[in-house]
């Protein structure tokens, strides 16, 4: 398969500025072959990586793959480095045509996970997130964002199942809590409040840290239905009175008027 064709193929991915680099090829490879070991998805931050980097970090490995793309335009981890650095900088097209490029070579969930994060469009995040879980159907976070893509376009009913199967897959008490808080607000989307609510109870029940991050997501998504919002409050005080009294709060501040 010839890699320059493909990358010709895909607007926007031609050739890169020609390099001006102190590093040798053989220097740039292997950085970026190191480098690419934290870069799996973007998402996370693996086990023994820097979780601190900022944009000047994200910057220099940009540059880095380009350049070496520049002559090497086959290194799929290149543009799987530069995909990774040009998603942590917002640079969000960028990130994209990086992973079309990567998921025609590397066929992991990890890859198209990536990619459909990067994406802006419906059609190919949703795509992207279906493949990954293809190739891995225990992958719980790819199912939440597929969930996600079709929660957005109002279709419930799919981004419940997702949401659901991705609470199946959890393998830990954290990952279980997340995936039921996204189950919880597709239902409070969905006007489901009877099985948000039972949703939330389970969320807090397996752990606090995801309703403690996005109380204030769920008292946006009760906004008009005080009703609701109260008896979110009065069922989730029996499980954990301060975060239920943090939430409702919230709700009574700066959401309900």
């Known amino acids: 398969m010839d890699l320059k064709k493909i990358v010709k193929s895909i607007p926007g991915c031609g050739q890169f500025l020609p390099p001006d680099w102190s590093w040798t090829i053989k220097e740039m490879e292997d950085g970026i072959a190191d480098r690419v070991k934290c870069c799996a998805r973007p998402d996370i931050t693996p086990i023994g ?3 601190s980097e900022g944009e000047n970090d994200y910057k220099f490995w940009q540059r880095v793959a380009r350049h070496f793309l520049w002559s090497n335009p086959d290194c799929v981890d290149a543009w799987i480095v530069l995909g990774h650095s040009s998603y942590k900088l917002n640079q969000y097209e960028d990130a994209t045509k ?6 025609k070579f590397k066929d992991d969930n990890a890859t198209w996970v990536s990619l459909g994060l990067s994406s802006r469009h419906f059609i190919e995040s949703s795509r992207a997130f279906s493949r990954a879980v293809e190739l891995d159907p225990n992958d719980n976070i790819a199912w939440g964002y597929l969930g996600g893509e079709y929660e957005k376009t109002g279709d419930f009913i799919n981004a419940t199942n997702c949401y659901k199967k991705a609470v199946e897959c959890c393998e830990d008490e954290e990952s ?15 006007s489901n409040s009877e099985a948000a609510i039972s949703s939330l109870e389970l969320c807090l029940r397996a752990d606090s840290y995801a309703f ?7 008292a946006e998504v009760c906004k008009g239905q005080w009703q609701v919002a109260e008896k979110i ?18 709700y009574l501040k700066h959401v309900k008027n």
């Open 49 to 51: 990586c820097l979780s």
């Open 98 to 103: 990086a992973y079309r490029v990567a998921v």
């Open 212 to 218: 403690d991050c996005g109380y204030q997501d769920v």
């Open 176 to 190: 279980t809590s997340w995936s039921l808080f996204g189950l919880a607000l597709n239902y409070l989307k969905s």
């Open 233 to 250: 409050h009065e069922q989730l005080s029996k499980i954990n009175n301060e975060l239920s009294d943090r939430f409702y709060e919230y």
